[in-house]
T-cell receptor
Framework: DAGVIQSPRHEVTEMGQEVTLRCKPI?????LFWYRQTMMRGLELLIY????????DSGMPEDRFSAKMPNASFSTLKIQPSEPRDSAVYFC????????????????FGPGTRLLVL | AQSVTQLGSHVSVSEGALVLLRCNYS??????LFWYVQYPNQGLQLLLK??????LVKGINGFEAEFKKSETSFHLTKPSAHMSDAAEYFC???????????????FGQGTILTVHP
C-alpha cells in the first residue's frame, strides 16, 4: 500500500485566499483524522471521521475551517479565507478499527502539507 | 478526559548513552498508549504501543516502554543511543472501545531528542 497520501506537500498563498488540502487514506481504513502542527501549539487534532461521518470537530479553530469526506478514499480540509496564523503543517492520518474493537489501533500518518500564508 | 504530559521538551544524550523520555498520562478509563517518532520534514511513525497485554512493550529501532499503572507512566527507553535516533518523540493516549472518544488520540507536546557524538 502507498500509505496515506496528502497533496499538495507545500502550499504558499496570500492572506484571504482559499486553501484546500487533500488526503487519501489507506484503503480499507474507516477512521480519518486531520491534525495541525505548529511550534507554539504542538500537534492538535482538528477533526476526525468514522465511515465518512464527522465524529468530533471540536478542534476546528473557527468557521473558516471546514472538512469533508465525500467517500472512503478522499477527504479535504478547506480554509477560507486563509490568514497568516493558519501557517502550519497539516497532517492527515487513518486507522482501521474494524474487527479489532478491543485493541488500540495504530494511526498511520501522511507526510503532511506545509502551509505558509503570507 | 484524557491528557498526556511529556517531561522535558528537549533531551540531549551522547551517542551510546541511555535514552529516557518521560510520559505521564491521565485517563478515566484504562488507556491505550503509544509512542510515535517524527523525523525532520516527515509524518509521525509508530514506535510502539501498549494495549493491555504485556506491560513491557518492545518497539522498532531498539526502543521499549514500560506501562506502570501505579505511576500513570509510560516512559520510553533505549539502552544505547544512535545518531539516527535524533528526532521528535510523541507520547499519545487513546480510550478503550466503548469510550466516547474511541479512536481519538491525545498527544503530548513532544520531546526533541538530540544525540551528539
Amino acid at each position: 500500500d502507498a500509505g496515506v497520501i496528502q497533496s499538495p506537500r507545500h502550499e504558499v498563498t496570500e492572506m484571504g485566499q482559499e486553501v484546500t488540502l487533500r488526503c487519501k487514506p489507506i484503503s480499507g481504513h474507516d477512521y480519518l483524522f486531520w491534525y495541525r502542527q505548529t511550534m507554539m501549539r504542538g500537534l492538535e487534532l482538528l477533526i476526525y471521521f468514522n465511515n465518512n461521518v464527522p465524529i468530533d470537530d471540536s478542534g476546528m479553530p473557527e468557521d473558516r475551517f471546514s472538512a469533508k469526506m465525500p467517500n472512503a478514499s478522499f477527504s479535504t480540509l478547506k480554509i477560507q479565507p486563509s490568514e497568516p496564523r493558519d501557517s502550519a503543517v497539516y497532517f492527515c492520518a487513518s486507522s482501521s478499527q474494524r474487527g479489532l474493537i478491543r485493541r488500540g489501533e495504530t494511526q498511520y500518518f501522511g507526510p503532511g502539507t506545509r502551509l505558509l500564508v503570507l | 478526559a484524557q491528557s498526556v504530559t511529556q517531561l522535558g521538551s528537549h533531551v540531549s544524550v551522547s551517542e551510546g548513552a541511555l535514552v529516557l523520555l518521560r510520559c505521564n498520562y491521565s485517563s478515566s478509563v484504562p488507556p491505550y498508549l503509544f509512542w510515535y517518532v517524527q523525523y525532520p520534514n516527515q509524518g509521525l511513525q509508530l514506535l510502539l504501543k501498549y494495549t493491555s497485554a504485556a506491560t513491557l512493550v518492545k518497539g522498532i529501532n531498539g526502543f521499549e516502554a514500560e506501562f506502570k499503572k501505579s505511576e500513570t507512566s509510560f516512559h520510553l527507553t533505549k539502552p544505547s543511543a544512535h545518531m539516527s535516533d535524533a528526532a521528535e518523540y510523541f507520547c499519545a493516549v487513546s480510550e478503550h472501545a466503548g469510550g466516547t472518544s474511541y479512536g481519538k488520540l491525545t498527544f503530548g507536546q513532544g520531546t526533541i531528542l538530540t544525540v551528539h557524538p
